[in-house]
């Protein structure tokens, strides 16, 4: 080790990788739901392009982690965010590409992806006895 | 890029407990998954709570899991791992609430911790320099190389009011700044004391084994502060992980440059050797350690001179303990008044215990100075067993003395432990709850010094002996009130006289419980009675007649069949034969079996 900048680059390219064993509550959670459901419609590549593109970015408060079966099943793969003090984000049918985008908008430049959120949703079949079930 | 670390303890207690085999089967299970690519397994230290190991915890969602065993994995890789379920059964059950499962930083036994000797233990891989640096690592030394004189570090090490964890707290930054003059024109060392000997301590070798590097970094700040260039770890051969871990980091220190010559570019250059230890207790004093490294038989040396002016083959010489180095690179990285504002007036910063006996939570605490023993023992260790009740706690190991329930609140620090009549010692923490008898405690630890006692002076290798002998007197009733007051007279004789702290500290056990537990003394020698039911020449067993069914479960277990009764007629035991071992207490289910 002859030079700070040497020890600068090991830090920085070792930060992603020990800077996920923290739990800071004040966090942004991107949470994919990864049962069987979501797993079997691709959640898997999104939550690997999600955790990647974090990585790559620098986003040192953001925490991606999995989540079991969101409840509904036929808008997998499904992904949260949660910011702290805001109302949850929920966007569906989500792939890699996608996923890119949300990470470029909403987390870096803090602009929801409108036509991925859920409540767009609305005009696929059966969200609207989806919700008033879930008002019950 | 991982997306997610699964952490296994690979300290001490969990290894014994069979943290490697699980790690062997998280391999072969993330394979089976597809995973290996998406999931990293990370071998790290002591996480601190050894009692529930072995210990594993998953982030990001900083899942801790406790007793996971080998055939636990399949399910945690394919539930958790796979589809983000968290398997509930295995979670920490202090971490489990109303509200679901709470992060490891949100249970008791973590949220009332400062962790900064620890702060790397059980996060990072000890066998990797890279992720040590990931966290910070060798920053300090960089900042201390490149911006700071050799004073000035001596003066932020002062500033921050840091006293030396091995036991006696002596200010580190007067250690340090008497070994700093005439620099650069005499040979000089730095040496880590690692010997690690008191029964119920094992807070240096979890920093060795969960954070290697720390140790060497704070080693070689010290080197530039004092001007010297080859440190030494003098390690006991008995902790092998931590012997282990260390050859691989002074390894990767030195291929990566941070050992070696002209460290960073600059003209210092300084390199650290191993030396294993038998693992005599003597050799934790600091002169007869120094005489163990220079290869002869392990002995203490009057003081002065101090090894700060005679030390290690003659040369001017420091000497600190694993703890105390482990705090270095964080106070040169934040700043001594960052330190210094953690603790009391005149102990600054944490302390690691080591928690052990009668509690719940066993296992390794790291708090700010000034806590008071009643958060650590009720709160973080989780309280007493069984419902037991607190009576007293060991500090100090067999230099140290008792603290009594009385004092319970008292905040902990240096001086409020020896105006108590116990010490700091290194922090080994040994809970004792009611059914404890403390001659037989105080008896305990002298057979430690009688064993570990080196010999070279008299009033140790004699006297503690004597001493011995006089409590075993006590607790076989042959003592008289008036072999009280010579067990005294004898404490205070050995303690002015004894050459080495070992002597000098050894009738402190005598002397503490003497001073809070006078009556149980006193119950022994006049009424030949152990209150405790633990001095076996003082007891007998009795059974019941009431109470006992004659089930026949003492009679068939009892080892000597000192037992004899009919079927369903009450038992009797045979005095003449019983060796008051406590199995027939243990086997009754009708609490028939008393002792008297």
Known sequence: MKSLEELKAIRERMQGQVGVRSADSSDTRVVVGMATCGIASGARPVLNTLVSEVNEKKLENVTVTQTGCIGLCQFEPIVEVFEPGQEKVTYIKVNPEKAKEIVEKHLIKGQKVEEYMLHKGAEHKGYADFVKFDEK | ?596
């Open chain 2, 1 to 596: 890029m991982y997306r997610a670390h699964v952490l296994v303890c690979g300290g001490t207690g969990c290894t014994s407990s069979g943290s490697a085999k699980i790690i062997d089967r998280l391999h072969e299970e993330l394979k089976k998954n597809d995973l290996t690519n998406e999931v990293a397994v990370v071998k790290t230290g002591c996480h601190g709570l050894c009692a529930e190991g072995p210990v594993m915890v998953i982030y990001p969602e900083a899942v801790f899991y406790s007793r996971v065993s080998e055939e636990d994995v399949p399910e945690i890789v394919s539930e958790h791992l796979l589809k983000g379920r968290i398997v509930k059964r295995l979670v920490y059950r202090e971490a489990v609430s109303e509200n679901g499962i709470e992060s490891l930083n949100d249970t008791v036994f973590y949220k009332k911790q400062t962790r900064i000797a620890l702060r790397n233990c059980g996060v990072i891989n000890p066998e990797s320099i890279d992720e040590y640096i990931g966290t910070g690592g060798y920053e300090a030394l960089g900042k201390v190389l490149t911006t700071m004189t050799p004073d000035d570090v001596i003066q932020t090490i002062t500033d921050s009011g840091l006293r030396g964890r091995g036991g006696a707290g002596f200010p580190t930054g007067l250690k340090w700044k008497f070994a700093s003059g005439n620099r650069g024109n005499v040979q000089k060392y730095v040496c880590c004391n690692a010997d690690e000997g008191d029964p119920g301590a094992f807070m240096d070798r979890s920093v060795l084994e969960g954070d290697p590097h720390v140790v060497l970094e704070a080693m070689a700040i010290a080197g530039y502060a004092i001007g010297a260039d080859q440190g030494y770890i003098y390690v006991r051969a008995e902790y092998p992980i931590a012997v282990e871990r260390l050859r691989i980091a002074i390894g990767q220190a030195r291929e990566y440059g941070l050992l070696g010559k002209n460290i960073f570019g600059t003209d210092f250059s300084f390199d650290i050797d191993l030396r294993l230890g038998a693992g005599a207790f003597v050799c934790g004093e600091e002169t007869a350690l120094m005489t163990s490294i220079e290869g002869n038989r392990g002995e203490p040396r009057p003081r002065p001179p101090f090894p700060a002016v005679k030390g290690l083959f003659q040369s001017p010489t420091i000497l600190n303990n694993v703890e105390t180095w482990a705090n270095i690179p964080r106070i040169i990285l934040n700043g001594p008044e960052w330190f210094a504002s953690m603790g009391t007036a005149k102990s600054k910063g944490t302390k690691v215990f080591a928690l052990g006996g009668k509690i719940n939570n066993t296992g390794l605490v790291e708090i700010p100075m000034g806590t008071t023993l009643r958060t650590v023992i009720e709160e973080i260790g989780g309280g007493i067993p069984n419902g037991k009740k607190f009576k007293a706690a060991q500090t100090g190991g067999p230099s140290g003395g008792c603290i009594p329930a009385e004092h319970f609140d008292i905040p902990i620090d240096y001086d409020n432990l020896l105006s108590i009549g116990s010490m700091m010692g290194s922090g080994g923490l040994i809970v004792m709850d009611e059914d404890t008898c403390m001659v037989d405690i105080a008896k305990f630890f002298l057979q430690f010094t009688v064993d570990e006692s080196c010999g070279k002076c008299t009033p140790c290798r004699v006297g503690t002996k004597r001493l011995l002998e006089m409590l075993e007197k006590i607790t076989d009733g042959r003592a008289t009130m008036d072999d009280l007051d010579k067990l005294e007279e004898l404490c205070y004789y050995i303690k002015e006289n004894a050459q080495c702290g070992l002597g000098q500290t050894a009738p402190n056990p005598v002397l503490s419980t003497l001073r809070y537990f006078r009556d149980e003394y006193v119950e022994h020698v006049v009424n030949k009675r152990c209150p405790a039911g633990v001095c076996k020449k003082l007891v007998t067993y009795k059974i019941d007649p009431e109470k006992c069914r004659g089930c026949t479960l003492c009679s068939r277990n009892c080892p000597v069949n000192a037992i004899n009764g009919e079927a369903k007629q009450p038992h009797v035991i045979d005095l003449a034969k019983c060796i008051k071992c406590g199995t027939c207490i243990e086997k009754c289910r009708f609490d028939a079996v008393y002792i008297d």
